[in-house]
Structure formats: C-alpha cells, structure tokens
C-alpha cells in the first residue's frame, strides 16, 4: 500500500487477528485511554468486524497493520471510504505501538496514510478524538485538522464518551463547505 517511517502498510485479513491481538495486548495505553480498560480478549476481532450504523453509508473499509521490517505490528489504522458523502473518509483508528510515541513516525506515517486516501479519492477527511485522550487531541491539529464539533456521551464500547469531530480539507476546500456536505458533523447538529 505504501510506506513511511520504516514502516510498511498492508490490508490486514481475519488470518492477522491474532498478531492484531497480541499488538493491542501489548499497547494498552489506546484501550486504557478510550475504554478505561485493557484491550478486551476479542478487541482485534471486535475491531476488524466492526461497521458503521446502516444510516451511516460507506464505500470500503480497511484494516491496516503497519509492520516493522521484520514483519511485526507497530500499529494499526481503520479506514472507510465515501461515509456519509463520496469522497469524504474516515478514519475510525490510528494507532502505533508505544514505544514509538514521541519519535516522529506517527506523523510521518500519517503523511504517507493521507497520500494514499487523497490517491483513493479522499477529498476530506474526518475522524472523532475521544475527549482526555490528550495525546490524540494534540496530535490531530498538529496534522492539520480542525475540529467541528463535539459529540457527547457516545458508546465506544466499555463506556460512554464524549468525542471531538474533526475534519480536514485535502483539496482546498474550506470547513464550511464540508460542513455543507456533512450536516451531522455541524455545531449543534442533532443527527444521528
């Protein structure tokens, strides 16, 4: 798919579950932050079969593993294309393994994950950042993306959260036009 950081990106497949697994198990930090818990015994399993609601329209979605060069996981993504709207995305996940937190990879994988969605047809990007999860709060601005909203008391598994809407332009666009385009996703909005 592509590459950056060292790193290499591959579509993960149900045969992956169990290394997708012992990935999780040994970066609980994700889990804890988000569920207040570990990653379940099945979190991969949950993860890699999870779909939007049916109200929630999307194209394709993929699981990506990120693999060192000697094939392990370092991380992991969940994308969707055309949700809600052709040529909006999402990402549902982006994860790297803790150990590489702080060294600069995760934006320079994130800058190679947005090449391959703006090559896909991406023409915006969104994605929704758990409120307290400040490592993700501050990394997505930093990675050009604005927030639109916030959503409150919103199921993510083990407990209810309140969740930072943000989006982000790949071809110019201005926020007002996607918000045009993704009236869930406006101030106030009582969309499901």
Known sequence: MFGA?????RVLTHADL????????????YSLAVQGIPPAADAA????????????????????????????LAGSAVVLSDFIQPGVWHIGLFILATARHGTGQAMALYD????????GGAQWVRLGAVVGNTRA?????????IEVRQRQGIDTGARRNDLRVFAKPLTGGAIA???ELVPRDRPGSELP
């Not at 709060?137 to 993306?145: D, H, I, V």
């Open 177 to 179: 036009q996607y918000l």
């Open 18 to 29: 169990p290394a997708l697994q012992r990935f999780f198990d040994a970066n609980p930090e």
């Open 137 to 145: 709060e501050r990394f997505w601005p930093k990675a050009g993306y």
């Open 112 to 119: 190679a994950l947005e090449g391959w969605m703006r090559a």
């Open 5 to 9: 950081a060292g790193l290499k990106a």
């Open 45 to 72: 399993a949950r993860d890699f079969d999870e779909r939007p609601p049916p109200h929630l329209p999307y194209g394709q979605q993929w699981t990506i593993g990120f693999e060192d060069e000697a094939g392990a």
